[in-house]
């Protein structure tokens, strides 16, 4: 196993996420404690020692299920990290409730790793808000040992991230991040580790294969990277990438397999970081894998002045491509959510006024009302 350096630390690599546990019978909440149990046996005997879960990971269930495993594992043997559920509003006045609980359901008397969870245009403000007082919180359960290192999530945009690390970047020790060779360009995730670096802070990596989309290609894109390294299998790929970007620390995977997580653990064996042909091959790659899909907006931003209704035709335009790639998911509706209902996409008219000046002809008005059907699906 590899092992980064984090101040007197010296963490695996590669991270177990509890947010994808084998489940019974196809049904989230109920988490197959047995092979969980398995596999953490595995990773612990790999030499694993991070393990992250959260409060609304498994319908809840997350944090009962790995405190119950890991408590039978000393516990200066491994790292736990555990965040705030800033995600749901209705959580920001309960911190002094949540975080006792958190600890009594994983069995702990502290964490090693907390951080802010998913901070992003939904809950920045809130964030902000001295009134819920959710940093300062943290920062006493710090003060007296029940969190040893204080963090963030954020699957928000780099506006987003600049501003809370405005309020509180010199507090932060760690920041997650979604980050793989498709979302460097695709989600921005190239300056947000340049933010990051501006405030020395290490990434921690989530979605390091895209939700599984990067564990396999099409036949001809594998074909281009098989080429380049015969024996390196295609989610090795992924990884290889993130070894290659000097901030990233820990690189989080949810495995929901033995076979999955015997096969990472297999990659994290060695250090094996991609040479500048390799790096170039793969970010075209996510070039071509995006262009299938997205539409080609520059965000020239001709369209916004032409439309009546006075939308964000670009940002819109970038969620809607987010949408379709992911087929759904939580990312774009938690954005438009942050967005005034007269400025989202069923707030489009159809008059045509910005297609008129798209320098990409984009049939912005036809994306605007797919984008609402797929949305209120």
């Not at 000393?74 to 959580?91: H, I, V, W």
């Not at 964030?127 to 006493?140: H, M, P, T």
């Not at 942050?338 to 912005?364: F, N, T, Y």
Request: glycine share 6%; net charge negative.
């Amino acid at each position: 196993m590899i092992y980064k350096n984090f101040q007197d630390l010296k963490l695996s690599a590669l991270g177990m996420g509890a947010m994808r546990l084998p489940v019974l019978n196809q049904d989230d909440s109920s988490i197959d404690e047995e092979t969980a149990a398995k596999m953490v046996a595995y990773a612990m005997e790999s030499g694993v020692n991070y393990y992250d879960t959260a409060w609304g990971y498994h319908g809840g269930n997350s944090e009962l299920a790995m405190g119950r495993i890991l408590s039978g594992y000393p516990r200066e043997s491994f790292y736990l990290a555990d965040k705030f559920p800033g995600y749901d509003l209705s959580n920001m006045d309960k911190i002094e409730t949540i975080f006792p609980e958190q600890l009594k359901k994983c069995q702990v008397t502290y964490f090693d790793f907390y951080l802010f969870h998913n901070v992003c245009e939904m809950n920045i403000d809130a964030y902000l808000d001295k009134k819920y007082g959710i940093f300062e919180y943290l920062s006493q359960r710090k003060k007296e040992g029940q969190i040893r290192h204080l963090g963030f999530s954020a699957h928000g945009s780099y506006d987003v991230m600049k501003r809370f690390l405005e309020a509180y970047g010199e507090h932060m020790e760690f920041c997650q991040i979604q980050l793989n060779y498709l979302d460097w360009d695709f989600q921005d995730a190239k300056r947000k580790v340049e933010l990051l670096q501006e405030y020395q802070i290490p990434v921690w990596v989530m979605e390091p294969l895209r939700g599984g989309k990067l564990a396999s290609l099409k036949e001809e894109d594998a074909a281009q990277l098989q080429a380049l390294r015969p024996e390196e299998k295609i989610p090795a790929w992924a990884f290889r990438f993130l070894q290659s970007i000097p901030s990233v620390t820990m690189i989080l995977s949810g495995m929901s397999n033995e076979e999955q997580l015997k096969e990472n653990i297999r990659t994290f064996q060695e250090d094996k970081p991609l040479n500048q042909e390799e790096m170039d091959t793969l970010l075209n790659l996510a070039d071509t894998m995006v262009k299938r899909i997205a539409l080609p907006c520059t965000a020239c931003r001709y369209c916004v002045s032409h439309c009546p209704q006075h939308l964000d035709i670009p940002d819109l335009l970038a969620l809607y491509n987010e949408h379709c790639f992911t087929e759904g998911g939580f990312l774009a509706p938690m954005a438009l959510s942050a967005i005034p209902e007269d400025k989202r996409p069923g707030a489009c008219i159809g008059c045509g006024s910005c297609e008129a000046v798209c320098p990409q002809q984009i049939k912005i008005s036809e994306a605007m009302a797919d984008f609402n059907e797929k949305l209120n699906q």
